[in-house]
């Protein structure tokens, strides 16, 4: 479903990722783990579609995603739908003047019906419980609120695939368990998970592969039995 080849990305002229080389099969969770500047979040950039392969490719579905594909505006916006992220820090998802506007978004992107809309935004908000939130300006929420009302607000559009760049960071033990048992359903529904994590824990848990980064951001790819 996804396939990274000898992928290379640099700051500045600054390797950040260096022949980055793996497959993602559908359905299946991939830890991303190494030291802080080691490059997942980056990747995660570059799985997202928001920067691109400086050398080699990425391919989703079979289709190279580079800055020209995603100027066609018809495949851009197919392509967002079927891949959700999860930032790293929420203050840079968030942008609506409400929780369940931020919910909305997505689903209203897609142009679904009002009453789809509603329910989605409904279930999620209470799946999340952040129900009592949902009038609440986003940055007047705790970190741990933004948070959950950042994965609801994906949990909305129902993607094929999710990308979450430290998804417990920010979180309580009581959040955390929450969101790991979040994770383990979403990936028995069939869902294609790809997170980074400082967790081995977490990774060894839910993950079927592991991508490690290193410091010199090589990469190696290792599968858990
Ligand atoms: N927009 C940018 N411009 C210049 N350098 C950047 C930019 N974004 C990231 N970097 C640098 O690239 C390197 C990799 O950053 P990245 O955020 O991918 O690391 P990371 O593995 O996610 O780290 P962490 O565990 O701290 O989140 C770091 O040295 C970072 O400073
Ligand atoms: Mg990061």
Request: glycine fraction near 0%.
């Given at each position: 479903m996804i396939r990274f080849e000898d992928v290379c990305y640099a700051y500045d002229g600054r390797?950040?990722?260096?022949?980055?080389d793996f497959t993602i099969a559908q359905g299946e969770a991939t830890a991303l783990s190494g030291p802080n500047g080691a490059g997942k979040s980056t990747l995660l950039r570059i799985l997202n579609g928001l920067i691109f392969p400086e050398v080699g490719h990425y391919r989703f579905r079979g289709v190279e995603i580079t800055a020209a594909k995603m100027r066609e505006h018809r495949y851009a916006k197919a392509f967002h739908q079927q891949i959700g992220f999860v930032w790293q820090n929420p203050d840079i998802q968030l942008f609506c003047g409400s929780v369940a506007e931020e919910l909305a978004f997505g689903p209203e992107q897609m142009g679904l019906p009002a009453d789809e809309i509603k329910r989605r935004v409904e279930d999620a908000l209470e799946f999340a419980g952040i129900a009592h939130l949902?009038?609440?300006?986003?940055?007047?929420?705790?970190g741990g609120e933004k948070k959950k009302t950042a994965i609801a607000s994906i949990l909305t559009m129902n993607p094929a695939v999710w990308t979450l760049d430290?998804?417990?960071?920010?979180?309580?033990e009581k959040s955390q368990q929450w969101l790991i048992e979040f994770l383990l359903a979403l990936k028995k529904s069939g869902k294609t998970l790809i997170f980074s994590t400082h967790d081995g824990n977490l990774a060894r848990h839910l993950a079927d592969q592991e991508i490690r980064l290193d410091a010199t951001h090589s990469c190696a790819v290792s599968r858990y039995a």
């Open positions: 390797p950040v990722l260096r022949h980055a949902r009038e609440r300006a986003p940055y007047t929420l705790s430290e998804p417990l960071s920010a979180l309580d």
